[in-house]
Structures are given as C-alpha cells and as structure tokens.
C-alpha cells in the first residue's frame, strides 16, 4: 500500500514510524515531512495546508490511503477534498473539524448540550468586548475564536492585560480574521489532561491520557510553546475520572456533533482540566496531539492503519484497541532562544541506535548535513515500566542528540511524579 501524511513535525513523524509496523505500507509521502524522517518516508514538497496540490498529488501518485494529522488542513476541507476525489482518508472533515477551527462554536456546542466548561461570554463588536473585561472577575481568559498557531488564548491576570488582548486581538487584528470574535472565559483552576479519543462517529476509543508540558522553562515558566515534552499516563487521570469524562464529556460530544449533522471521524483530542467541581473541556482538537502523539503511539499495541481504516469505515466497534502497560515520557529538544527568535543551521546527529526513538520536527537539511530548521527539533521518547524509568531514559537520549544551542527542559515528567506520589 501507498499511504500519505499531510504534515511535518514531530507528530507525523510518530505516525508514520507507527504505521510502517504494519508490513503491508509499501512506502509513505509525507507533505511536506522533514529531512529528519527521510529514512520511513519520502518527503514531498507540498506544504501541510496547500489543499488543491495535495489532492492532485495523491490522485497522480496513486495514495491507497491519506492521514491528515494538522490543524489547518482539516479545518479548510482537505478530508473533504480528498475524498471527492477517491482517496480514502483518517480525519474529519471540515464541517466537523470546525470544533477546533472556531471556539465559539465548540462553546456553544458544549452550552447547548451540557457538556462541562468554563462559564464564557462570546463577543463580536469590540466596544462591548472592552466594556465586559473593564469589570468582569479576574483572572479571565480570552481567545481568539479562530485558528492561531496556538497562541489564541490569553490569561489575564490583571485588568490591563485583558484591555491590552481585547484591543490588541480585535482592533488591531493581531491574529487577522480568527480574532473578529473572541470568547472570554471563566478562569478555571486544576491540573490539565490531554485525552485523545478515537471515533467513527459511533464508537468512542479513548488512548491512553497524557500530560503536555506548555511552558518553555522548568517549573512551568516562560512563555507557552507549542509543547517541551509530555507523558502518559497521566496520573491525573484516574480510572474514576477517566469514567466521568467519558460519560460526560467524550460521548456527548460525539453524540452531540452527529445531532448537529457534523459527525466526527478521526481524533478528537480532548484538553481538560480537572478542577474541584469535576473535569471540564479547555479546548477540543480535530487532531492528534503535538507532542502527546509522541508519547501515546508508542504505547499502541494494536496495528494504527487498521485502527484508522476501522475508523474511516465506520467499524470501530468491531476492533479491539489495546494499549502496553508502561509509561512513556517524551523530552523535546528545542533551538535555544525558541518560541522567541533562535539561529538556524546547527549540525543535528541522531545515532542510529537512538533514532528509533527520536521524533524528527524542525530539522532540515543543509551540505548533506542534517541541522536545526526550527523551534522544536526533536522528540526523544522512551518507554519504562515506572514512569520514573520512562523519564530517566528519554533524558539519557535528549543528552546525546542535543546540539549546539539547542535546550531542552529538565522537569518534563516531575508533576506526574508528585502526582503518583501523593495519590
Ligand atoms: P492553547 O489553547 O493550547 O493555546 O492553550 C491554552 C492553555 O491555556 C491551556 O492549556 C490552559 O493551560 C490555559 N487555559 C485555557 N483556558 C483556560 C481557562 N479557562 N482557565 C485556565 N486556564 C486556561
Ligand atoms: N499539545 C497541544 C496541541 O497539540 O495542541
């Protein structure tokens, strides 16, 4: 089989190294991939979200199947594209990836049918927006109600800052159009759990929960990024509160988006906090987690293309999913200076009998060399039957595929660990 993966980070990396365990994939297109997954698959030179060419690409190449792993792509109708044109694919389609395309529209979706989250007010006119935050309760949050490379989401802390987000977002367009509306929530307090699910729409397979890292600096400091490392399981997640949400949360989202008319195929990734009064949903993702997928993957034991293709054919229930019973823990090693400016160019050398274990995400190629071409450069993840093995082992690899200038963090895995301690 000739497979293809929309995208090029890390994530895709984990899932194309997943896929090719299944020994009928032939080869895989990743579009655009990176120079650092040259070795499982053939990168093409079509970027993640120029949906036209990548519909005339598989069609030429002949694409047995296409996963469509980022944001962007699934949220302007890639799925859509692809299957009008024949090519059986894993992601929803536009009008359900709109639960993370659009924030107010997932609210709405969750005030509709009961579905736990933070208290919110949606605002389209600016004026009224400032008017609320100039005496909501602090601290609030705004988000952009549209796509923002991850960096929609404001905390408050202070009346000033939430003055400074509203006109920054609305007035001056800081996020272009995906700010024409914001949603201002409830702050909510807890530790946070990513969830992801698979569904066909009719059935719900929760993966094994995992915990990001957001912050760029130990202790949760800094500025947020896409993510500096994750584990899984999270501890966080007990079977009694992986029970409630799924009660709660998972299946009536699914229901509620078939009532809709806007059935959900794919992941749905499920972000939630679980605070004092129960979990509650930060944020929905049409799509796997960057850098959860690193964590979670390794610890499938079930074959991922058939669990895909259940998915696409609307047979999940048929499948029995099962999971390892270890812990992993995955440590990103970023170029120094990132989510803020950082220098490009600096040589990368993964050995070969780590690279099994390292997810590839901003590398590039340059004289025949591979070297850093982007904020987050790799993955190292590793399994361990404790959590604590798990972490010890990811950082013995981040030590000997760091490179000048790269840093990585040193605490990924520590709550988890204070968690397991104290349950
Ligand atoms: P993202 O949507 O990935 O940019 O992340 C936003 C992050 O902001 C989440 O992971 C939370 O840590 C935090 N966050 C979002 N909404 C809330 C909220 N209502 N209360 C507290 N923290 C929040
Ligand atoms: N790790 C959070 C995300 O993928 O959005």
């Known amino acids: 089989?000739?497979?293809?993966?929309?995208?090029?980070?890390?994530?895709?990396?984990?899932?194309?190294?997943?896929?090719?365990?299944?020994?009928?994939?032939?080869?895989?297109?990743?579009?655009?991939?990176?120079?650092?997954?040259?070795?499982?698959?053939?990168?093409?030179?079509?970027?993640?979200?120029?949906?036209?060419?990548?519909?005339?690409?598989?069609?030429?190449?002949?694409?047995?199947?296409?996963?469509?792993?980022?944001?962007?792509?699934?949220?302007?109708?890639?799925?859509?594209?692809?299957?009008?044109?024949?090519?059986?694919?894993?992601?929803?389609?536009?009008?359900?990836?709109?639960?993370?395309?659009?924030?107010?529209?997932?609210?709405?979706?969750?005030?509709?049918?009961?579905i736990p989250t933070a208290a919110y007010e949606v605002f389209r006119d600016p004026a009224a927006a400032l008017e609320y935050v100039r005496s909501c309760p602090l601290p609030t949050v705004i988000k952009a109600d549209g796509l923002a490379f991850g960096k929609g989401v404001i905390i408050c802390m202070e009346r000033e800052e939430a003055v400074n987000a509203v006109r920054s977002i609305m007035e001056e367009g800081q996020f272009g159009a995906s700010g024409n509306s914001i949603v201002v929530e409830e702050y909510l307090e807890g530790p946070e759990v990513s969830v992801l699910v698979f569904t066909d729409g009719r059935t719900a397979?929760?993966?094994?929960?995992?915990?990001?890292?957001?912050?760029?600096?130990?202790?949760?400091?800094?500025?947020?990024?896409?993510?500096?490392?994750?584990?899984?399981?999270?501890?966080?997640?007990?079977?009694?509160?992986?029970?409630?949400?799924?009660?709660?949360?998972?299946?009536?989202?699914?229901?509620?988006?078939?009532?809709?008319?806007?059935?959900?195929?794919?992941?749905?990734?499920c972000g939630l906090m679980i605070t004092k009064d129960g979990p509650k949903v930060i944020e929905y993702n049409c799509r796997f987690g960057d850098p959860e997928t690193q964590v979670v993957l390794p610890l499938l034991k079930t074959d991922l293309l058939s669990v895909m293709r259940a998915v696409t054919e609307e047979r999940l229930a048929e499948l029995p999913v099962e999971w390892e019973d270890k812990y992993a823990c995955c440590v990103v090693v970023a170029s120094e200076g990132y989510p803020e400016a950082y220098q490009k160019g600096f040589e990368v050398r993964i050995p070969d009998a780590l690279a099994p274990q390292v997810y590839a995400a901003g590398v590039a190629e340059k004289d025949g060399k591979l070297v850093n071409g982007g904020g987050r450069v790799l993955g190292c993840t590793a399994l361990g039957s404790s959590l604590r093995e798990a972490i010890d082992a990811a950082y013995r690899i981040a030590e000997q595929v760091a490179f000048e200038h790269s840093y990585y963090r040193k605490d990924i895995g520590a709550r988890a660990l204070r968690a397991q301690e104290e349950n």
Do not use: Q
């Open 205 to 269: 397979v929760p993966m094994v929960s995992s915990m990001d890292h957001k912050r760029a600096l130990d202790g949760d400091r800094g500025l947020n990024t896409g993510g500096m490392g994750a584990v899984a399981p999270n501890p966080y997640y007990t079977p009694a509160v992986a029970e409630r949400c799924l009660r709660e949360i998972i299946l009536p989202t699914i229901d509620a988006m078939n009532k809709e008319g806007r059935t959900f195929k794919g992941c749905l990734y």
């Open 1 to 114: 089989m000739k497979l293809m993966v929309v995208g090029g980070g890390g994530r895709e990396h984990a899932i194309i190294k997943k896929l090719l365990e299944n020994p009928a994939v032939d080869s895989i297109y990743a579009l655009p991939g990176n120079a650092g997954m040259a070795k499982e698959a053939v990168c093409v030179g079509i970027k993640a979200d120029d949906v036209p060419a990548i519909v005339r690409f598989a069609k030429e190449t002949g694409i047995d199947y296409a996963v469509v792993a980022p944001d962007n792509p699934l949220v302007d109708g890639c799925v859509n594209a692809l299957e009008a044109a024949g090519i059986p694919c894993f992601g929803p389609r536009a009008e359900a990836a709109i639960i993370e395309g659009s924030k107010v529209f997932a609210k709405d979706l969750m005030k509709k049918y009961g």
